[in-house]
């Protein structure tokens, strides 16, 4: 395996420091890019075959490619530092640990597509890693990284850090400038508001996600010849019944089963049960699917909702009850809903209701008919992907764990918990 | 540009860039929507209105996709059925279905969609959402959160119409809620419009609210009469009483929007202190006589009246009709020059010189890159102006406002330059200067140098402006030369100067001839003198006719036999008080032709009970000269009568004949003598002759007045919700205006030690009056502003109009 550089320096004690940064070879690749012509930036980073981190997965030169070349349009590039996806938890590695790498890849993108204020849009509940943001920030203004002349470049960029106030929708780029415009975080209608014509103050704009910004620092500071040799490496964050939750960083299409292990396994005398292989909002597969590569493939598996998204691994063992999981996940969709379209604020909030009925011993046998076919009304009629986002855990656990299900209406008792118990109880 | 698509096995070609939910409307495929609504870009939220399209995915919401060539298109597929039944379902899960009572009942468009496309059953088994409700939000919105469906018109209204964020969401996810910050009073001036378009019984009026069914009530077209903007209405009405007034769609008017005076201003229709006989004055006090008794009693004091010795003031309360039958009556029968529908205008003021209205249609508001708004406080008197201006400003407009007190919809307003009162003609001539490329040096009235400066470029880069002057623009100290300069800018700009000047249908009074010295149609008198004495069959008095201040110091000095006041109320509508009370001393008799026993009419020796608006069939004329009609609503209270009636009883009483079988004989008089007359279209004044020198009576421009010895000076102004004969008697007016209000600016309270909310009391030579503070920067410092109509605290108490300003001081109680 190539050697580890996103998380490389991390854990340096220095880390949000600018010599030590400059020392360690950082805004190289921001020297390097300034250099070059802005299309050549991109085409750069279009040749590295970087896709965006955030979970969408979109090349991240042919999404550059599509703001206009005309210097006079006032273009914006926004940071989706927003990261909310549950389970997801590299961003924030990152932003604590690395700052300038982002800072560096922010004036990288900003170059490349003509923008000249930046904004980092950073989760409220963020508060260390906007400490180290302001530092790194200060710092990069006073050494000349950002500002009105970069390196004596002639190019010019504003950074501006601003917060979120704790929606998760704020996360999906559309809410995510409404909000940052000041307004209530609800997606916008695309089209015509695609961000990349009709973005921040309506002006075209990029979004990018954090991770992809350090990626894109390292793509100009190695070339994208480099970065294709390292496997395209990416940041798994494993949570869940593992010994070692944290951030990993493997090469693309690393199997499930690896991803784990790279987590230290799972916990002694526990089997794996079921994980949601790309945050929340992604399907819950079962043992088979445990030798599936992690990649954007992962979405033509036979599983429907089956994906990549923002590689968070929630691993689950055996003494996990399926349905009380997917009772939580469903409550969060229900207090994260934006309240905008209704199949995605009602049918949330009426699956949780019938969740917790199951839950407290008062399912009925025409439950799993109503789930399903609550779930199939919000399937495809939704406004934006978050209530898109409910389904899947509903398919896969009643595909894989229709038993767990039944017993519990049934019995009005949870048999895993049962199980578990016994264990200990033996 | 055209595409053709077929939408459930229809063909049909509509404009590139039509929506699929329009073409499917256009192909005669009706298909159910909530959150849409077409005055507003599509939402895409409440997901009723998916369709299939072959090829796509899924299925896609037919309000926001574009009809593109080849489309096929179904509404009707399975699937769609599916959607749109587990869409109704998801809605009625929490709504509260409680039909039978909700006002929205059997209007409702869940209530018919559910009907039309709904599951039939409901899956739902589990508890309800529970919401405390009603919630009052303000004197006439009403809250109920479990009704509502989300699906944000109101909020967007707000925002995208209105300009007003009156409404908001809170919360997220099912526990969202439409509301205002902490619940506190809905602040707007459009809030019915919410009603109208809630397609749910969620906002509903208190003064609606548990009345009526709608099936109940018959509509009745309708005009407002309030502002003079003409929106067209409908009344609904039940037995003889009108339950709420509606929007009637009017596309070059009011679009399909009101005002909340329009909407909630019906009140003193049903209003018991309507007078319902006439009132003879008898050993000092008024008491009820016959039609007969009181119209011999007029007939007879005006035929004893020496000649030019009566004088008929008012008219704006009247139809078009009304007022021409009024204007023949009083130029034939009575024989008098004197007559004039325009009571609020200061003596000597520049507005008795120019035609009131707008040069430009309303709609064309919408159109302008740059308008110039001279003292005008559009929200307060002609809201629904504001309404196409700012679709103007969406488009990028540039408004330059100038006014003595900023303005409500100051975010909308590029440049806005607070003047200093009486000093407004300065800036406005440092504004021309300045859009001829000379700049001023110096700061202007309290305006900054560098705004005027920043106002002349936008200006100067318009290509379509527009320039409105408005009342506080003409009757302010330095009204001559505001005109004059306004003027000149206008004629700089190639334009003809719009004034935004009158209420009620005083546009439709001055069409029919209630103006000193003008035939009907606003052509000079003696022009058509051999026309109107040929359909008249009379010759008519010759003279110079007086306008109505004139006709008020004539009376004061003794000079006439006989007022007669006709749907005015001088007494409070004359910006100087004192001169009323001297008119009514000095005129030996006095009859008063109104609705209510008003102040003029307490004093008055015989009173004649009128019919309003709503009760009245004809037309009526709006700002921008549009002659609409309006139809009866209601019949009026007792024996009182339609003003022509009136009229034409008492010609008959003094021996002339002048009788009409109803008002389309009169309209097709009108039309004899003003060929362009037309319903429904604009008519426009015949250009009278250039306006007359200055009067050499008018107080001259006040230059820099400053206020002796800590005294501030008084601005009056115009408030939307006041509490005057009409509005005082409808309730909802009446609550949405309070208690009447000063405006201090902090500094001055603060030297007064008055604070927010607390009674004051000011003081000029003339008089004192009690008034509630507000404190406000609208106005700079030196300046208290109070709004006129608030009959029972009159303002007009303070002023006397022989000075150019008014000097107050301000105390606490």
């Not at chain 1, 689950?316 to 995605?344: H, I, L, N, Q």
């Not at chain 2, 459930?8 to 039509?18: A, L, S």
């Not at chain 2, 800018?489 to 190639?494: K, R």
């Not at chain 2, 939307?720 to 009409?726: P, T």
């Amino acid at each position: 395996m190539a050697e580890s550089f996103l998380l490389k320096y991390v854990r340096e004690a220095d880390q949000g420091d600018l010599d030590a940064y400059v020392a360690r070879g950082g805004y190289e690749g921001l020297r390097r890019a300034l250099g070059m012509a802005p299309e050549q930036v991109i085409d750069e980073v279009e040749q590295s075959g970087l896709r965006g981190r955030g979970g969408a997965g979109f090349g991240t030169g042919r999404k550059w490619k599509f703001l206009p070349k005309d210097p006079a349009v006032t273009k914006y590039l926004v940071v989706n530092a927003d990261e909310g996806e549950p389970g997801t938890f590299k961003d924030r590695t990152l932003l604590e640990g690395d700052p300038h790498r982002l800072l560096e890849g922010i004036a990288i993108a900003s170059y490349a597509i003509g923008a000249h204020q930046a904004f980092i849009y950073l989760r409220r509940e963020f508060h260390r890693a906007r400490a180290v943001l302001e530092r790194a920030l200060a710092q990069a203004y006073a050494k000349r990284y950002l500002g009105q002349d970069v390196q004596g470049s002639g190019y010019g960029l504003e950074v501006v850090v601003a917060t979120g106030a704790g929606a998760y929708i704020a996360g999906e780029e559309t809410a995510l400038l409404e909000s940052l415009e000041g307004r209530r975080a609800m997606p916008r209608l695309k089209p015509p508001f695609y961000p990349a014509v009709k973005g921040l103050y309506m002006q075209p704009t990029a979004l990018n996600n954090v991770e992809t910004l350090c990626h894109v620092a390292w793509i100009l500071a190695r070339g994208a010849a480099w970065y294709r040799e390292q496997g395209m490496p990416i940041l798994f964050s494993v949570s869940g019944h593992v010994q070692r939750p944290g951030v990993y960083e493997l090469p693309l299409g690393t199997p499930i089963r690896q991803v784990i292990e790279a987590a230290g396994g799972m916990r002694p005398g526990r089997a794996f049960k079921a994980c949601f292989p790309g945050g929340s909002s992604s399907a819950i597969l079962p043992p088979p699917y445990l030798d599936t590569p992690m990649d954007y493939d992962l979405t033509k598996v036979d599983v429907y909702g089956s994906m990549l998204g923002s590689a968070a691994v929630i691993v689950m063992d055996d003494t996990t009850c399926m349905v009380e999981v997917v009772a939580r996940t469903v409550e969060f969709y229900r207090e994260e809903s934006c309240g905008k379209c209704t199949p995605c604020r009602e049918g949330t909030v009426w699956m949780t209701q019938v969740l917790e009925r199951i839950l407290h011993g008062q399912g009925r046998a025409e439950d799993l008919e109503l789930l399903n076919g609550i779930a199939k009304g919000m399937t495809g009629t939704c406004f934006c992907p978050l209530g898109e986002s409910v389904p899947p855990a509903i398919y896969s656990t009643m595909r894989f764990f229709r038993q767990e299900y039944e017993h519990h209406i049934r019995t009005g008792s949870c048999d895993v918990k049962a199980a578990v118990h016994a264990g200990a109880a033996r | 540009m055209t595409v053709t698509l077929t939408i459930d096995g229809r063909t049909v070609t509509v404009p590139k860039g039509t929506t699929l939910w329009h073409a499917a409307k256009a192909a005669g495929v009706d298909i159910p929507i909530f959150c849409y609504h077409d005055r507003m870009p599509p939402l895409g939220a409440c997901r009723m209105c998916l369709v299939q399209v072959e090829k796509a995915p899924k299925l896609v919401t037919s309000c926001t996709l574009e009809a593109a060539e080849s489309m096929v298109v179904h509404t009707t597929a399975p699937e769609v059925k599916a959607a749109q039944e587990g869409i109704l379902e998801y809605l009625l899960i929490n709504h509260p279905l409680d039909c039978p009572i909700c006002d929205k009942g059997g209007e409702c468009p869940l209530q018919d969609q559910t009907f039309r496309y709904g599951p039939g059953r409901s899956r739902y088994v589990e508890v309800k959402r529970d919401f405390a409700k009603p919630v009052s939000l303000g004197r006439v919105l009403v809250l109920d959160r479990e009704r509502c469906i989300l699906c944000w018109r109101c909020v967007r209204f707000g925002e995208i119409i209105a300009g007003d964020d009156a409404l908001k969401g809170f919360e997220r996810g099912f526990q969202t809620e439409v509301n205002t910050p902490f619940t506190m009073p809905v602040e707007s001036k459009f809030i019915g419009n919410t009603i109208a378009i809630c397609p749910v019984g969620a906002l509903t009026a208190r003064t609606y609210r548990f009345v009526a069914r709608p099936w109940d009530n018959h509509r009745v077209s309708s005009v407002c009469t309030h502002c003079g903007v003409g929106c067209a209405v409908y009344f609904d009405v039940r037995g003889n009483a009108i339950m709420r007034t509606q929007a009637r769609e009017s596309p070059d008017v009011n679009d399909v929007w009101l005002c909340d005076l329009g909407f909630f201003g019906h009140g003193y229709v049903a209003h018991p202190d309507r007078l319902t006989q006439p009132l003879i004055r008898r050993e000092g006090g008024l008491t009820p006589a016959s039609w007969d008794e009181a119209l011999d009693l007029v007939a007879r004091k005006i035929a004893a009246a020496r000649p030019g010795r009566t004088a008929l003031l008012g008219g704006a309360r009247m139809t078009n009709e009304d007022a021409y039958v009024a204007a023949r009556v009083f130029r034939t029968a009575v024989s008098t020059t004197h007559l004039d529908c325009r009571l609020d205008a200061r003596p000597g003021s520049p507005s008795l010189d120019v035609p009131w209205g707008m040069t430009t249609p309303i709609a064309d508001l919408a159109t302008r890159d740059a308008v110039v708004l001279v003292g005008c406080d559009l929200t307060e008197e002609y809201p629904v102006l504001w309404l196409r201006l700012k679709q103007a400003v969406d488009r990028g407009a540039s408004v330059i406002a100038l006014t003595p007190k900023a303005l409500e919809i100051g975010r909308a307003v590029a440049h806005h330059l607070v003047y200093r009162h009486g000093e407004g003609a300065a800036v406005v001539a440092a504004l021309a200067e300045a859009r001829a490329g000379r700049p001023p040096g110096a700061d202007v009235a309290g305006v900054a140098h560098g705004r005027i400066a920043l106002a002349a470029q936008a200006l100067g880069k318009a290509s379509r402006p527009l320039v409105m002057i408005g009342k506080a623009a003409l009757e302010g100290p330095d009204g001559a030369a505001m005109l004059e300069q306004v003027g000149a800018l206008s004629e700089a700009l190639g334009l003809p100067l719009s004034v935004l000047r009158g209420r009620g249908n005083v546009f439709g009074a001055a069409f029919a001839g209630l103006l000193p010295d003008t035939a009907p149609g606003g052509r000079p008198l003696e022009e058509m003198r051999a026309d109107l004495e040929r359909v008249w069959g009379e010759a008519l008095p010759s003279g110079r006719g007086m306008s109505a201040p004139e006709i008020v110091e004539a009376a004061a000095a003794g000079d006439l036999d006989v007022l007669y006041v006709a749907g005015a109320d001088p007494a409070t509508d004359l910006p100087d008080r004192s001169r009323w009370t001297a008119a009514r001393r000095g005129a030996p008799f006095v009859v008063v032709q109104d609705a209510f026993l008003t102040e003029t009419a307490q004093g008055a020796d015989v009173v004649l009970p009128a019919l309003v608006i709503p009760e009245k069939d004809g037309t009526v004329s709006n700002i921008e000269g549009r002659v609409q009609a309006i139809e009866a609503a209601v019949a009026g209270p007792g024996e009182a009568r339609a003003d022509w009636q009136i009229m034409s009883a008492l010609a008959r009483r003094m021996g002339k004949m002048v009788a009409y079988s109803g008002w389309a004989e009169i309209a097709d008089e009108m039309r004899s003598l003003i060929p362009e007359l037309r319903t429904e279209a604009i008519v426009p004044l015949a250009p009278r002759a250039a306006a007359p020198a200055a009067d050499a009576r008018r107080p001259a421009g006040a230059g820099t007045v400053r206020p002796p010895d800590g005294s501030l000076t008084l601005i009056v102004g115009e408030a939307l919700f006041d509490r005057g004969a009409m509005s005082a008697r409808s309730g909802a007016i009446a609550d949405l205006a309070g208690e009447p209000w000063a405006l201090l600016h902090p500094e001055d309270a603060a030297r007064v030690a008055v604070a927010d909310g607390e009674p004051v009391v000011l003081t000029s030579r003339r008089g004192s009056v009690a008034l509630r503070a507000r404190l406000s920067t609208a106005i700079l410092p030196g300046q208290v502003f109070v709004p006129r109509g608030y009959d029972a605290a009159p303002v007009s108490a303070l002023v006397d109009a022989a000075e150019a300003v008014t000097h107050v001081r301000v105390a606490g109680l």
